[in-house]
């Protein structure tokens, strides 16, 4: 990184040769235990957990234009568009300052894993899919007391639904690829934590510190000006695309 070859090579603000960011998407069904054991990993592996169901949930409260959209859109169980979703990723990756981060609940369909990879253009190292049954997700969901208003019965059946529907067919592609680590996240919490540490055990090397995002207030300032600079192309190429597109 850093040369200026390496600059020309990414002038398109391509990140895929920047070997420095680690990406691992984490994928389940609702309430299989995403968010509890990504705090665990940013803790131990020093990675930033960026929970795109809290980044929306958080763009809801700015009163921004697509706010009362994704409100509607989150209560139903549905899918948010791409590109809202892709341009709150990128802005949270520029703020946290870190280059190792765990992406919980995306990509959800193959529309949001095409959309990523054209504008992100970085290959997730691995895909981390915690599988559980729908029963105990159920319960587990039903118990959640969050205060969330897609944390009722007719919402949680339709999110299972999006899930096998769309989610598992993404996890199949990465299958596909080798690149899905699987793990048995009925047991309990501790449990699975242990099957996880494995799988994320070569990342313990450069662990420098825990940096678990806050979607509301966390900023920190630890990323490479030249890294930096590539997030914010690639920002303004996603903001191009939505340019191009009229709003939903
Ligand atoms: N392995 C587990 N066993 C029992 N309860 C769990 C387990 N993992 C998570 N939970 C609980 O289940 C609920 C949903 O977990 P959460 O991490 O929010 O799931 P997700 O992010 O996948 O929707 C939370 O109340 C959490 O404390
Ligand atoms: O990439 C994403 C992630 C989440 N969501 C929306 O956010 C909701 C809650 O997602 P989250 O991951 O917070 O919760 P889960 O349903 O996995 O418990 C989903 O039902 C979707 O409406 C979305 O549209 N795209």
Known sequence: MGTKVDKDKNSDGSLLRDKKITIVFVLGGPGCGKGTQCEKIAKHFGFTH????DLLRAETKTGSAYGAMIQTMMKEGEIVPSEV?????????LRSGNNKFLIDGFPRNEENRL?????????P???LFLDCPQEEMERRVLNRNQGRDDDNIEAVR??????????LPVIEYYERKGK???VDAAKPIDEVFNDVKAIFAPYKANFVSSSNFNAEAGVEHRMCPALSKRLARCARKTKALFRKRAPV
Do not use: H, P
């Open 85 to 93: 979703v892709v341009k709150l990723l990128q802005q949270a990756m």
């Open 115 to 123: 959309t990523y990879e054209s504008v992100m253009k970085i290959e």
């Open 180 to 182: 899905v680590r699987k």
């Open 50 to 53: 960026l929970s795109v169901g």
């Open 158 to 167: 339709k999110r299972f639904k999006v899930f096998s529907e769309s989610t």
């Open 125 to 127: 190292a691995f895909i």
